[in-house]
Nanobody, 114 residues
Framework: VQLQASGGGLVQAGGSLRLSCAAS????????MGWYRQAPGKQRELVAA???????TYADSVKGRATISRGSTKNTVYLQMNSLKPEDTGVYYCNALFGIKGSWGQGTQVTVSS
């Protein structure tokens, strides 16, 4: 399974970004797809995740500012982030869980300038 993430970039505080991720190389539907991020010097943390049934979970730090959604194409996921803050800066990784096996994308850099 390969995951391709895109949509990162440099944005000013208060701005918005939409991250996209598509998984390929499998005929199965991911049970869960999510976004994690890793800031410099910090551990990777969950930002948001969505199940195949549409249930979502968010980190407290992004609640009210982020929306995760599954695309109409199988195994695609989007993360819309609004009101971005400098502390949202980091490398954002897409993750897809197929059964008990998880796969990671290559990461996309998000930099929020103050």
């Amino acid at each position: 399974v390969q995951l391709q993430a895109s949509g990162g970039g440099l944005v000013q505080a208060g701005g918005s970004l939409r991250l996209s991720c598509a998984a390929s190389g499998t005929g199965f539907t991911a049970n869960v797809m999510g976004w994690y991020r890793q800031a410099p010097g910090k551990q990777r943390e969950l930002v948001a995740a969505v199940t195949s049934g549409g249930s979502t979970t968010y980190a407290d730090s992004v609640k009210g500012r982020a929306t995760i959604s599954r695309g109409s194409t199988k195994n695609t996921v989007y993360l819309q982030m609004n009101s971005l803050k400098p502390e949202d800066t980091g490398v954002y990784y897409c993750n897809a869980l197929f059964g008990i096996k998880g796969s990671w994308g290559q990461g996309t850099q998000v930099t929020v300038s103050s």
